[in-house]
């Protein structure tokens, strides 16, 4: 298992759409996927569970992968956070 | 094959949700059927459009109807027609509980109609400052 942090820098934060690609993304992984908020701890293949995070911009997540494309997956996901889900700002 | 979903509810509630769940998941869910509810007078109709919409919809696993307040009209259409149907009835829609039905299409009626439930109620939260 592997982890790593990450903070949401996008102006609406993990919103719907945002939510729904970040899962689209997760689900193109075999493994295992949980991303946390503090002490909240959701599955990152789940739609409501990541809209739950309620994550706004500045928020830290921490993001969790096991199974052989951990690596992948994280780096995914990480990559999708970090370029705003494609939105302008 | 996968569980029919139909959807009834006062005025455009249900459209509304169906186009904002279409929104947020960036396609469409033509596969859900929306049917009118008329509330004419004291009496209201569509016992027939429904009926027939949930016949329709029933490709052989059965039919999920999801509608808006229980006990109110479009509830008590539904569950009145429940011992003509292979179909479960859930009330309380919300988009919560549409994007949760729609993840989870290919699980049976009955799994389906708890993923239902569940996935509405997980979506009423009070936010704390």
Known sequence: MISRAVTIINKLGLHARAATRLVNSAAAFDCELWISNGEKTINGKSIMGVLTLAASRGTQLNIEAKGKDENEAIEGIIELINSRFGEEE | ?129
């Open chain 2, 1 to 129: 094959m996968s569980v029919g979903i139909v959807v009834i509810t006062h005025g455009q509630v249900g459209e509304a949700i169906i186009k904002a769940a279409e929104f947020i998941l960036d396609h469409s869910l033509e596969d859900i059927c929306l049917v009118p509810f008329i509330q004419s007078g004291a009496h209201p109709t569509g016992h027939r459009e429904l009926k027939l919409a949930i016949d329709q919809s029933d490709a052989g696993d059965g039919v999920l109807v999801l509608t808006d307040l229980v006990g109110a009209s479009p509830a008590n259409l539904a569950s009145g027609l429940l011992p003509e149907i292979r179909g479960k009835v859930v009330t309380g829609i919300n988009l919560a509980m549409l994007l949760r039905v729609w993840n989870y299409r290919e699980m049976p009626l009955n799994t389906l109609a708890s993923k239902a439930v569940a996935g509405g109620k997980r979506g009423i939260e009070a936010i704390d400052a």
